[in-house]
C-alpha cells in the first residue's frame, strides 16, 4: 500500500483567514506567522520531489486554503466535493480547472455533501467519515464512483472531531495512527493500530509521503510511538492552522500524476 506522490496542489492563506470556520480554543491565529509555517509546509513537500502547484488566495473564502476538502483525488478519478459547510461551498469550482489537467473529474451532488478531510485513502481501500460536514448520501456517492473503478469503501460514524482525518492517519506498513476513540472500530480490523496518547490526540492528523512522515511539532510522546515504523520522521509547526480546526492533511491535494 504505497502513498508515492509526485504532485501537490496547494493555496495560500489570504489575509482573512482568521474569518474562517473554527471551534479552536487555541487563541487568535496570527497571518504573518501562518504565511512561514505555511511556506515551510511548501518547501518540505518540494524536498520530497513533488512538484507543487501553488494557487491565489481566494479572498472570499476565508477557509479555502484547506485545498483537500474540495476534492478526493484517486489513481483512477478526482471527485469534486460538494463541502458540508455552506461558507465553503464554491471553493470547489477552482479545484477543478487545475485538477482537470491530470484527471477526469466527477461531482458530489445535492442533497449530497463531502469534504476531503473524512476521506482516508488506504491502497485501493477507502474509510469515509460520516459527519457535521459528510453526509451519508455524500458518502454513498463517492462510495459508487469508488466501486465502479475497482475500489473498496467503509462509512464511518464521526463522533468526536471535525472529520475522520482528524483521528484517523495511515502511517504505511499496513497501519493506522488512531485516537482512543476509533482504536477499536470494527472497520480497522486488519490493520496494525498505534493509538495516540489521550494528551497527544491532536497529532492524529499526520501526512505519509513518499516513505516519510511529516507531523505536526510538539508532540513528543507520538514521534517516539512512530519509530516503530523506522521512516524518517518530518515533524512541521502548524501551530496556526490548528488553530482553525486545520491540519497538515488539510493544506493540500497530493496525488501522483
Known amino acids: 500500500m504505497s502513498n508515492t506522490f509526485t504532485h501537490a496542489i496547494v493555496r495560500r492563506p489570504g489575509e482573512n483567514f482568521a474569518r474562517g470556520l473554527t471551534t479552536s480554543h487555541l487563541g487568535r491565529p496570527n497571518y504573518e506567522l501562518m504565511l512561514r509555517q505555511h511556506n515551510a509546509y511548501i518547501r518540505t513537500l518540494q524536498s520530497l520531489d513533488l512538484e507543487v502547484i501553488v494557487l491565489d488566495p481566494e479572498p472570499d473564502f476565508p477557509d479555502a486554503y484547506f485545498v483537500e ?10 471527485v469534486i466535493t460538494k463541502p458540508g459547510a455552506k461558507s465553503r461551498q464554491g471553493e470547489e469550482e477552482t479545484i477543478e480547472p487545475v485538477l482537470v489537467r491530470y484527471r477526469d473529474t466527477l461531482r458530489i451532488q445535492d442533497p449530497g455533501t463531502l469534504d476531503g478531510g473524512d476521506v482516508l485513502m488506504v491502497g485501493t481501500h477507502f474509510f469515509v467519515g460520516i ?28 463522533e468526536a ?12 506498513q499496513n497501519t493506522l495512527l488512531v485516537t482512543e476513540g476509533f482504536a477499536d472500530r470494527d472497520e480497522f480490523k486488519g490493520y496494525d493500530r498505534i493509538v495516540l496518547d489521550t494528551n497527544e490526540e491532536d497529532a492524529a492528523n499526520i501526512l505519509l509521503i513518499n516513505d516519510y512522515i511529516i507531523m505536526p511539532k510538539g508532540f513528543g510522546g507520538t514521534r517516539k510511538k512512530l519509530e516503530i515504523l523506522s521512516l524518517e520522521v518530518i515533524e512541521l509547526d502548524v501551530s496556526e492552522a490548528r488553530k482553525m480546526d486545520g491540519g497538515l492533511t488539510c493544506m493540500s491535494l497530493r496525488f501522483k500524476a
Not at 476538502?69 to 478526482?78: R, S, Y
Open 69 to 78: 476538502d474540495t476534492a478526493v483525488v484517486t489513481p483512477d478519478v478526482a
Open 131 to 158: 459527519s457535521e460536514r459528510t453526509n451519508q448520501e455524500g458518502a454513498e456517492q463517492l462510495g459508487r464512483i469508488l466501486e465502479e473503478t475497482g475500489n473498496t469503501w467503509a462509512a464511518i460514524p464521526v
Open 161 to 172: 472531531g471535525l472529520h475522520l482525518k482528524s483521528s484517523v492517519s495511515y502511517v504505511g
